[in-house]
């Protein structure tokens, strides 16, 4: 990344993590319905492998998404907007936290299901290469994911077909509440299973975006190129709990103060910083991206709630019975 390059990955970043607080600050306000499962702390994986990707290609992401949608495209108002279950929301108010989607730029999806959507990436990748168009899809999800059987029927297909499929696994080292390390006989979950398919298997330090951004459009070239999937892990943590029932009181003292030492931004910043971007340019970027997000947050508390005589709008598709017959 050159220096413009990674100023704008900082403020995309800046961004996230202002949005994800203020989901934070409207839940406990009682604005926000249902639950939500904050990436505060994860947005180097979400900004650093989006830089990576062409406009084109697909992404899936967990109920753990939020950063995934706005490094897609999706705006923090309409993300908002969809916490609060308006008509202005993302998806209509018809997906809230768990669900946001932006089909439009390629954001095929947050899934509640843990490991659920690996194979639905393998099969848009599959698409990509029926149809010859060099796309690539890429699948974000937890540690926890990778003790489950989708995550490796996904796999084997991906790497039996050669699949252009990327599958990023967010290791912040807990599931639930549970630590990943406990329940699993591997210590790196996701990359020390790569060589039992035969792909790639790499580990990055997940809250880096620059290395993030690296490692991800290498392994999308060779994807690209017919090469086939690969396994990229990306160490980073949670600054929340799991989620809003979720204090977070498990995890040791001294591992939470490590982490956030390692914060994605503080990296980001001393990076521009040692590339001669004066701190104020820096400065600048924190500002706007603080009014970015108090706008949003007014004006998707603004937003009308959805006319019920629309809930069945935009839920059913053919089933595809358009091409099948
Ligand atoms: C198949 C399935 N089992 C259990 C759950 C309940 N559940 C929701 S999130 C979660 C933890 C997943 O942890 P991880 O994959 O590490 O993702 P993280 O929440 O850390 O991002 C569990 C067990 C679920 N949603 N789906
Ligand atoms: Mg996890």
């Not at 409207?26 to 249902?34: A, D, I, T, Y």
């Not at 149809?131 to 796999?155: P, S, Y």
């Not at 104020?280 to 005589?309: F, H, I, M, Y």
Request: a negative charge; charged letters at 20%.
């Amino acid at each position: 990344m050159d220096p413009a390059e990674l100023l704008a990955a900082y403020e995309q970043m800046a961004v996230i993590r202002r949005t994800e607080k203020a989901a934070h600050d409207l839940f406990l306000q009682g604005l926000v319905k249902g639950t939500t499962h904050l990436a505060a702390g994860q947005e180097a994986v979400a900004v650093g492998a989006s830089a990576a990707l062409r406009p084109d290609d697909y992404v899936f992401a967990t109920y753990r998404g939020h950063h995934h949608a706005m490094a897609r495209g999706a705006t923090p108002q309409e993300c908002l907007a969809e916490l609060m279950s308006r008509a202005t929301g993302l998806c209509k108010a018809k997906g809230g936290s768990m669900h946001l989607t932006k089909a439009s730029t390629g954001m095929l999806g947050s899934y509640a299901i843990v490991g659920a959507h690996l194979p639905m990436a393998a099969g848009a990748a599959w698409s990509a290469k029926l149809r010859g168009t060099e796309q690539i899809a890429v699948a974000f999800f937890g540690d926890g994911a990778t003790n489950i059987g989708a995550f490796h029927e996904a796999l084997n297909l991906a790497a039996v077909w050669k699949l252009p499929v990327l599958f990023v696994c967010e290791n912040n080292l807990y599931m639930e509440y549970t630590p990943i390390a406990d329940v699993t006989a591997v210590p790196r979950p996701a990359a020390d299973r790569a060589p039992a398919y035969g792909v790639p298997g790499e580990v990055v330090d997940g809250n880096d975006v620059v290395a993030v951004e690296d490692a991800v459009a290498r392994l999308a070239r060779r994807a690209r190129a017919g090469d086939g999937p690969a396994l990229l892990e990306a160490q980073t943590y949670r600054h929340f709990g799991h989620s809003r029932a979720d204090p977070a009181t498990y995890r040791p003292a001294e591992e939470v103060e490590r982490w956030l030492k390692h914060d994605p931004l503080d990296l980001a910043r001393g990076r521009l910083v040692e590339m001669g971007v004066p701190e104020a340019v820096v400065a600048e970027a924190d500002e706007r991206a603080t009014s970015l997000v108090q706008k949003a947050v007014e004006a998707a508390k603004a937003g009308p709630e959805p006319d019920p005589r629309e809930a069945l709008t935009d839920v059913w598709a053919d089933g595809g019975a358009a091409w099948r017959t």
